[in-house]
């Protein structure tokens, strides 16, 4: 339990106490313990204590005791209207649930028989009463109700905290909480609890603005989403931005959001575009529809000029959340840093630079050098590979940052971030690549690779996919390759149940066939094998000129778009290509990164 005395937060509500630190000492070796839940928006506590399917709230008062001889009634009147609010919203909500709720003063010396109160004989421990449990005099289990049915208190946990939980997970995290199962809309779907340490970096939220870097698969996006459910409930008259950088990122983040929350009225979710379009409704800004489909850059560019003229000041955000950082430019996150409150506010940008899929990549150059920066967190625990596929990911990108570094040796900073394994499976031959001599070889190869990890992994056709760079590519030769058709053909011929990735198609929709994408459709999904293949298709295959920056960036660019596929899988991945070590830089990458 003593985990979660690393919580730092300068939010009042989120604050750990030096009372409360000592709490987890009392209860050291005892049931199970989740921080700073928030059953309901404006009911804030400190500790929500399980033990045997009993639950108890508790609330650390730092009250002194001058200050209550003077203000006793007044804070006695707090208290009894905030539980008396937890009593009508579980009466409303969860008749069948059993719970306490306390308020611990241990600065404070009460004469319960002076009072005469039920609420504060019953729901208040003065200084004697601590220290009665500090001494082992007492036990916390005295101020508990009634034993729940446990199915229904786990159903309950989901609710309450479900910033806590991570929906459709592919691991089970925390081993003190059961996995969630449950329907909404005819679907079913699981959530996880968060590892301790997520927790604790979850409520950690500092004002100002805090960069995360972290490699894929470090949980920047389930961190995201916990501060700003946490953020909605404590500051329940306040508005929060998410932004992402597509829309099936934000369909997936709304979709998230809707299963996890009862309230979601004060979050908005938006693309950059969406977000600046929808600044033009409210504020009225003129532009041309048909000249958007025209010049979509520069009649885009005149909008947010007219947004930065029009809506000075409008300071519209409590915090705002951009996922996926590396995608948007500098001049698009000092736009949006615009709409935030002066003061306390809550600005956080998740980044992993080597997941950079967009034409605004730049290694030689610190997007973030002129954003004021407060607050730096590197995460590094990979939560969605095996240990062979981490390995395999972290080689690869220090194979090509080593291979920046020696055209550029003054490159100071690396590209991708390196992650650490927690899951312990680990069988050689989970990575592999698969050399091929033509088109038509190569598809048959991917068949074959369908098939042996059906009928010898055991895996299920949804827990495939089949990634390519682009749905089709143009020939210099004038002639075009629409290798998509040409895969969705092959694989109706032998059979094989397969769903097109698009916009609309997240990590929680139900698949029922292998997943067949371009590199740009799969964001937000994740697979326990990937195959990838027509790396043909990618522009850079060699830096012709190494002496031009914007070719090594280039080359960059398509190196990205491996990684992005790697990282997609969990356990498997396969690489089919014709070319090899000689006709490729990013083959002999791939090669040196699976032989290692």
Not at 10 to 37: H, R, S, T
Not at 149 to 169: A, H, M, Q, T, V
Not at 223 to 252: C, T, W
Not at 409 to 424: C, D
């Amino acid at each position: 339990m003593n985990y979660f005395k690393a919580i730092n937060s300068q939010l009042d509500a989120l604050k750990a106490k030096d009372i409360e630190k000592d709490f987890y000492e009392i209860l050291k070796g005892e049931g199970k313990i989740l921080p700073k839940v928030i059953p309901f928006k404006g009911i804030n506590t400190d500790m929500l204590y399980i033990k045997n399917n009993k639950i108890l709230f508790m609330k650390f008062m730092n009250t002194t005791d001058d200050l209550f001889s003077i203000l006793g009634e007044e804070i006695v009147e707090v208290m009894n209207e905030e539980y008396e609010l937890l009593k009508i919203r579980m009466q409303q909500y969860y008749q069948d649930i059993n719970y306490e709720y306390i308020y611990i003063l241990p600065y404070v010396d009460i004469d319960y028989d002076e009072w005469e109160n039920e609420f504060v004989s019953s729901k208040m421990l003065d200084r004697g009463l601590y220290e009665r449990l500090v001494n082992g005099d007492d036990t916390i289990d005295l101020y508990m109700n009634e034993e729940n049915n446990e199915i229904k208190l786990n159903i309950f946990l989901f609710d309450i905290c479900s910033e806590y939980y991570i929906p459709g997970s592919s691991i089970h995290l925390n081993k003190d909480f059961k996995k969630i199962s449950f329907f909404n809309n005819e679907y079913e779907y699981t959530a996880s609890m968060m590892e301790n340490e997520q927790i604790v970096v979850s409520d950690s939220i500092k004002y100002g603005t805090t960069i995360f870097n972290g490699g894929s698969g470090t949980g920047k996006t389930s961190i995201m989403l916990s501060r700003v459910l946490k953020l909605s409930k404590i500051y329940p008259h306040h508005r929060f931005l998410i932004l992402v950088d597509s829309k099936q990122s934000a369909n997936e983040m709304r979709e998230k959001i809707e299963l996890l929350s009862r309230d979601s009225s004060n979050i908005d979710v938006h693309t950059f575009s969406s977000f600046v379009f929808r600044l033009a409704k409210i504020y009225n800004l003129v532009f041309d529809y048909g000249m958007l489909k025209k010049d979509y850059e520069k009649t885009f560019g005149n909008l947010i000029k007219q947004a930065r003229n029009v809506i000075k000041n409008k300071r519209m955000f409590k915090g705002i959340f951009i996922d996926e950082a590396e995608n948007f430019s500098e001049e698009q996150i000092k736009f949006v840093e615009e709409f935030l409150y002066k003061t306390k506010h809550i600005f956080n940008i998740f980044n992993c630079k080597g997941m950079n899929l967009t034409n605004n990549l730049n290694i030689f150059h610190n997007r973030y050098e002129n954003i004021h920066i407060d607050h730096i967190k590197t995460l590094k625990k990979n939560y969605r590979q095996s240990k062979e596929l981490v390995e395999l990911s972290n080689r690869f990108g220090r194979n090509a940052d080593n291979y920046y570094k020696s055209l550029r040796p003054n490159l100071k900073n690396n590209v991708f971030v390196e992650t650490k394994h927690i899951r312990a499976i680990s069988s050689k031959g989970n990575a592999n690549i698969i050399n091929v001599s033509d088109l038509d070889d190569q598809i048959s190869s991917v068949i074959w690779e369908i098939e042996y990890l059906i009928n010898k992994k055991g895996l299920s056709y949804k827990d495939i996919a089949v990634v390519y760079p682009f749905n089709k590519k143009r020939l210099k030769s004038g002639k075009t390759i629409y290798f998509q058709y040409m895969l969705k053909k092959a694989l109706e011929e032998a059979g094989i149940d397969f769903i097109m990735s698009d916009e609309n198609l997240t990590s929680m929709s139900p698949k029922n066939g292998v997943t067949i994408s371009n590199i740009y459709s799969i964001r937000g999904l994740e697979f326990k094998a990937v195959i990838l293949c027509e790396l043909e298709m990618l522009y850079n295959q060699k830096i012709a000129d190494p002496e031009q920056d914007y070719q090594i960036n280039d080359f960059a660019g398509d190196i990205n778009k491996v990684y992005y596929a790697i990282n997609k899988a969990r356990e498997y991945v396969s690489f089919v290509t014709t070319f090899n070590s000689e006709s490729s830089d990013i083959i002999r990458i791939i090669n040196e990164s699976v032989e290692n």
